[in-house]
């Protein structure tokens, strides 16, 4: 158990659907994450969150559109989807955004299918 | 481009030898590098990690080595252990942009 809990752990949704991603953290962290990890590609930086204020956007469609009401939760709203979105989309959150040593944790992901 | 790259994706192990993970990155402005271990059906755990004012970090049965002029970097695992099955990414963040960069990951499995 790291601290932080995404639901729902699967989801298959259609290219017309819109649907949303829940992460929280129990940590008292300021920063949090959304990660997507693609079959054979890296981990791919999404969004960043400190202090509930987006300081990145690794230049993500706009079909994907983060929220962070307060520091301990961040959601993912997706609409219009394509299958090539596909993936998992992990959250994770660190004590600060900044500084080299910055650990992550991260939670169990969720599993998007996109048909 | 890749900046970190695993080049093998995947490693077989017999229980109790060494395992030895390899990461190669090409951006000479990182200098904090991490591995993380991450099972099935769970995010990615942080194992280890190592500054780049160091060429060696060590604990319990982990050691990652860091080799700067190479671009190098190495986690050994002994004795390995079943439970160490995993994959495993190694990450690096550069001191401008404070990013995380993570590579490909290698599935261990580590076998009785």
Redesign the interface.
């Known amino acids: 158990e790291t601290g932080v809990t995404q639901t729902p752990r699967h989801l298959v949704m259609g290219m017309t659907n819109k649907k949303s991603l829940k992460c929280e953290q129990h940590l008292g962290h300021n920063a949090m994450y959304w990660y997507k990890q693609s079959a054979k590609k890296p981990l791919e930086l999404m969004f960043v969150y400190s202090l509930e204020e987006r300081v990145e956007n690794n230049s993500v469609p706009s079909r994907f559109s983060p929220e962070c009401p307060n520091s301990s939760h961040l959601f993912l709203h997706l609409h219009t989807l394509q299958p090539e979105d596909s993936a998992l989309y992990l959250c994770a959150s660190s004590q600060d955004h900044s500084g080299a040593a910055e650990k992550l944790f991260f939670g169990s992901g969720t599993q998007l299918s996109v048909l | 481009d890749?900046q970190?790259k695993q080049n093998s994706?995947s490693l077989s192990v017999q229980e109790g030898r060494i395992s030895i993970l390899n990461c190669d990155y090409t951006n000479s402005m990182f200098?904090?590098f991490?591995w993380?271990k991450k099972y099935p059906?769970?995010?990615?755990?942080?194992l280890i990690?190592i500054?780049s004012i160091k060429d060696k970090n060590e604990d319990g049965r982990f050691t990652v080595f860091l080799n700067k002029s190479a671009k190098h970097l190495s986690l050994h695992i002994v004795p390995s252990q079943p439970g160490d099955s995993a994959v495993y990414?190694c990450a690096a963040?550069s001191?401008n942009t404070?990013?995380?960069?993570?590579?490909?990951?290698t599935r261990l499995q580590v076998f009785p």
């Open positions: 890749q970190v994706p200098d904090y991490l993380y059906a769970e995010g990615p755990t942080f990690s500054s990414f963040r001191y404070d990013k995380l960069i993570f590579g490909t990951g």
